[in-house]
């Protein structure tokens, strides 16, 4: 009895030291994650140091006071702020524009002279003494909130496949060449207080506030949709401020159809995607009349996406889940097609007919001519191809970007191009070798198509011949295919498995339900989100010169998953041959890693320094 009793006694005293044990692993883990936020506040200092170098040399030689850098748009900024700051609010007529007759100021984006002049309100309080000091200072310090809302964007995308300690480790480095790569440099740096400074602030906000509300708890719906609803202000806070506000529009809409295509939008996924697109496109209609509702977003294809993707789902909606499923699913329902391809065949013919009944043929032509452009030629028109920032660049000259180049060869650029490469590889862990080494060389050939068809000006791939824009876009033929035909595989298992012995359309309900359960699982809406908007990204770099900056964040990303997953997963290689040329492969990685690392910070540094009044500039400063 007493062995018995003490024994028992032995039992209970291991469960208790093992419990310990790992309460106690688990708050070193949670203390852990934290050492990375002194390292997040030194990255942040480093960025404002870095954008700060060219401060001793903005100063007007006639007066010894502050003046902005060396680009035109901010001295209207400067203008509109001090104008804020004497009057407390801008004139509704600009009279030294468009004169005699003036510029209506709701016609263009104002929210970036309000933010320079409330920066001015804090700034004065710390020593500023004068709107140009606070225009000075203004685009470093929202360079510092970038990097910390893009740190938090990264570490939200891998935190659930990667756990917390990777994503950080990847967080930190992309933030830290975010800072480095000297394309953002110019739109950023002190004394340019740019519409970008501030626009990219808004998009990475945007993007991490509505991967927020998608993945949090269910329970937790409230804070879901009104994370949801903090995403649409910052993506109205970013349509006042800058242009490229479209890429919250397209990157979002090209997510949720994915997400759709799968089956797996859900009623609070919905909802979030809803509060997001309405309270964004409404939100501005009264601070601007230059985005109206129907004619700027809902017609324009970059934008007007999103809501082509709402018509969809709606449809998808009313064609399946209510009572008229009845009468429409003898012309749309096949047991050989998913339904949501059906359902928005069916949309897509339902929404042609709608806008030749009011807009016209017309209407239609002008958005595929859009779409077009877009892809092949953003910039076509005569004065816009006059200015130097607009020119449509070749290969040699927009991967430059991302160097260091040694012997021609752009370190970065094929860090990030086999990062993207890699990870699309891991998008599809789920399915078996074959079908992923299949998929991912499809994937392969689509960048190499994609970014190689406009070389260079005396090649025959320079951009414009009819060989460039066949291997332009057999490369999305290759991909599209490739994804379409593994798409029916997928979903036709998915079918087999859930409705075996019984016909799927009585059976839908159930399936569509089980999907719906089991969606978490079965999506990564963080690396859906970046791989949209790294398309969207490679798209423009290839476009013109003054978008090419917009590639830097996704670049920054996929490079630094691919110093991180590297390192961790050549660990898993067993076989001694393959592991040996595993450890090889992971160390040119890093090596290339900490080679463009310290290159790009001395090229970033360089420019930065020179960003100030030119002997040209002071010319003027003396005439005026």
């Known amino acids: 009895m007493n062995i018995e009793v003490v024994n028992v006694s032995t039992a209970k005293e291991r469960d208790i030291i093992r419990k310990r044990k790992k309460e106690i692993a688990n708050f070193l883990k949670s203390k852990r994650s934290w050492i990375f936020y002194p390292a997040l506040a030194i990255l942040a200092y480093f960025a404002f140091w870095l954008r700060t170098l060219n401060v001793p040399e903005l100063r007007d030689i006639t007066t010894g006071k502050f003046t902005l850098g060396p680009d ?8 509109w702020a001090k104008y804020i700051v004497e009057n407390g609010s801008l004139m509704t007529v600009d009279t030294m524009r468009n004169v005699p007759l003036g510029f209506n100021t709701l016609g263009e984006l ?47 995308i891998f935190i659930e496949k990667l756990g917390e300690t990777k994503s950080n480790i990847i967080a930190l480095i992309a933030s830290y060449f975010l800072t480095v790569i000297p394309a953002l440099i110019s739109r950023t740096i002190a004394g340019i207080p740019e519409k970008e400074s501030a626009g990219f602030f808004f998009m990475f906000l945007a993007f991490y506030l509505y991967l927020s509300a998608w993945k949090l708890d269910k ?32 990157t979002l809409g090209i997510t949720m159809l994915i997400v759709f295509l799968l089956g797996q939008v859900t009623k609070e996924r919905f909802i979030i995607y809803i509060v997001w697109l309405f309270s964004s496109s409404l939100l501005i209609q009264p601070f601007t009349t230059r985005y109206p509702f129907f004619n ?20 998808n909606f009313i064609f ?38 009011i807009l016209g043929p017309g209407a ?67 399915s078996n070798i074959k079908e992923r080494i299949i998929l991912t060389f499809s994937y392969f050939i689509f960048l190499i198509c994609i970014i190689f068809s406009r070389y260079k000006a005396d090649s025959v791939l320079n951009g414009s011949s009819s060989m460039s824009l066949f291997v332009y876009f057999f490369g999305f033929a290759i991909l599209f295919s490739t994804l379409g035909y593994h798409y029916f595989k ?21 399936y569509y339900k089980s999907q719906q359960s089991n969606a978490s699982d079965n999506i990564d809406i963080g690396q859906l989100l970046l791989f949209s908007f790294f398309f969207l990204s490679i798209i423009s770099a290839r476009g013109a010169i003054r978008i090419i900056m917009v590639l830097v964040p996704p670049a920054s990303i996929m490079a630094s998953y691919l110093i991180v997953a590297s390192i961790s997963d050549v660990k898993k290689v067993k076989e001694e041959t393959l592991r040996v040329i595993a450890f090889i492969l992971v160390f040119i990685i890093t090596l290339a890693a900490v080679y463009s690392a310290q290159q790009l910070y001395s090229e970033s540094k360089s420019a930065a320094k020179s960003y100030s009044p030119s002997a040209y500039t002071l010319q003027w400063q003396k005439a005026m």
């Open 72 to 79: 035109l748009d901010p001295f209207l900024f400067l203008r």
């Open 110 to 156: 104002t929210l970036l002279p309000y933010m320079i002049a409330w920066f001015h309100k804090i700034a004065s309080v710390f020593g500023s003494q004068s709107v140009e000091q606070s225009a000075v200072y203004f685009p470093a310090w929202m360079f510092v909130l970038t990097v910390i809302a893009f740190f938090l964007l990264v570490r939200k």
């Open 296 to 315: 700027a977003l809902v017609r324009y294809p970059t934008t007007g996406i999103s809501f082509v993707v709402l018509a969809l789902i709606v449809i």
């Open 320 to 357: 399946f889940k209510t009572k008229l499923k009845k009468y429409f699913k003898p012309f749309i329902f096949s047991e050989k097609i998913p339904p949501e391809v059906t359902s928005s065949l069916a949309s897509v013919v339902f929404l042609l007919v709608l806008v030749l009944l």
């Open 490 to 510: 997928y979903r036709k298992s998915q079918q087999t498995s859930t409705s075996e012995g019984v016909e799927m359309g009585q059976n839908y309900l159930r």
């Open 219 to 250: 329970s937790k719906f409230l804070i879901k949709y009104f994370l949801a609803l903090l995403a649409g202000v910052s993506t109205t806070a970013m349509t006042l401020v800058w242009g490229g506000y479209v890429y919250i529009y397209a």
């Open 364 to 430: 239609i032509l002008y958005n595929v001519q859009v779409i077009y452009h877009n892809l092949v030629s953003p910039i076509s028109d005569r004065l816009g191809v006059t200015v130097a920032e607009n020119k449509q660049p070749f290969f040699p000259e927009w991967s430059s970007n991302f160097g260091p180049n040694v012997k021609g060869i752009p370190i970065f650029f094929w860090l990030f191009f086999f990062g993207s490469v890699y990870m699309f590889y891991q998008l599809f862990k789920k």
